[in-house]
Every structure is written in C-alpha cells, then in structure tokens.
C-alpha cells in the first residue's frame, strides 16, 4: 500500500468567483444487463468547473495517480487503494493533482435492480440513503467495507459464468457493512478479508451444498469462528445467504419464462417444497401468485 501522505490540490469552482457549482444530472447507461457499468478512467487536473449527479450507487478505486474528490459539501483527498462510495443523486466531481493524472476503477450498481428477489423494498430505499451529508464516503482501506468493494469491482470486471450471482452476493455484503457507517463499525474476531474465500465459493457454487465446515475451511478459521464472524460482518448467517443467493437466480429463471419447478432445481434448492417455503418467506407469497402480480414483470 502506498504511504498515506496527501497533498491538497486546490479547487477552483470558477476564476475570481466564491459561488456553489453548477450541478448537472447525467444517467448513466447500464447496458443490456440493466446491473452495473464498469469503467477504467482517468482524471485529468483542469480546475472543477462543475458537478454532476446520477440515479447509480458509485464505487471509485483510486489505481494511481493522487486526486480531489468533492461529494456533496464534503471535499476528500485520495491516493491510490482509497475506495469512495457515492449514493445516488449526489452532487461530485474530481481533478488529479498533477497533469500526469489519476486513474480510478468507476463502478456504477442499480441496487434495484441487483437486489430485486433478495432484499425487501424497504431494505433497498434504506440503502439508497445511505450517503449524505453525514456519511463518509471515503471508506478506511483496510477496513471490511473497502475490502468487499473490491471484490465487487474484481466480478464486474472479469465477469466469471456466475458473475450476476457474485454480484448480488457482494452488493448485499456491502450493504450490510456500510449500514454500520458512520457510526462504530462492528470487527468480527476474523481479520479483513479472511472471509473472501467463502464469499468467492458461495457466489461461484451458492446451487451445491456447502457445508459450514468446508467455508470455515477455507477461511483458514474454526467453524464456530467462522459463524460468528459472518453474522457480525454481514448481519446474517451463511446459510441465509446462500438461501439469498438461489432466491435471486429463481426470480431471474421465472423471469425469463422457466416453470416454478425448473427454477428451484436449477437454484439448487433440494426441492420444489423447499423452495416454495423459502420463497413464502421472502416474498410473502407462492411463486405463481408472484408471478401473477407485479413481480413476473421486468422493471422499466
């Protein structure tokens, strides 16, 4: 990791002039998957003349190179290995320090979209909220929050056969460490990023029956270790994330037209009546009944 020396570079919202900056909307394009947009950009260091906002989440990963972040009213100085989060429709922009440049990763998520089937309405619009005027955007690089953003970066970029799964899996663990900002951020009794192995697996292989043992195995922890620090990292037990995990790729197959049964054999659930518990449980209702209503539609 490079030294955390920052150098301030100055922002100049315009020359001669102390009023607030321009504030743009821009929607950002997501693709046919309607998911996420990955992007490898780099900063120049013209003066900041403008802001601008979007309906994403944004994730940035400085690479190289050092810059000025404003989000909001807050102004951050970044180096590389920084993570920034940027909630949705809020105002930011960057320079670089230098004309050599800075590069970032820039990742955009619609958390509607990538946590549909798999977190209540609710859960979804608290999310949203998350950042503001109160929030810190710029997440502590060693800390667990940080540490889950890249491996998001790292599935949208290479984009493995279960890439959507992984996706949704990290966007969840995300979410669940950053509801513990602004305030103490709870440490489980494993260090940040022992718990990636099993993050990795469960995404890649959330239709096989995983075992405690096997993912603790492979954390390198003892089971009773690996529980408890699952639940204090993410805000739910293994199993009920690998529960989240199928949910979401069942609602993808009804979706795309599969029968209820054909759905949850290729979720891995062991059967149509688990299935169809773990379904009620979630949605409220019978998949058909879903079906019937609002949820067999694909959102706009």
Known sequence: MPGRARTRAP??????RNRPLASRYEPWRLGAERLCALSDHRLGDEPILDVHRHDEVELGLCQEGAATFLVGGKTYQCVPGDVLVIGP????RARAHDPAGSRWWFLHLDLPGLLDGIADPEGVAAAAGLCGAGFPNRLEPEGRAAQVARLLVVAARDRSPAWRSELRGLTLALLAQLRRLPGELAVGTAPPGRLDPALRRMAAHFRS???IPQLARACGLGETTFRRAFAAGFGHGPKEHLI???LAHAVTRLRAGDAVEAAAQDAGFASARVFHRAFRARHGCA???WLEGSGGATPA
């Open 11 to 16: 922002i100049r919202p315009s020359k001669g």
């Open 287 to 289: 998949p058909r009944a």
């Open 244 to 246: 989240r995990l199928r």
């Open 209 to 211: 029956s995983l075992s």
């Open 89 to 92: 429709r809020e105002d930011h």
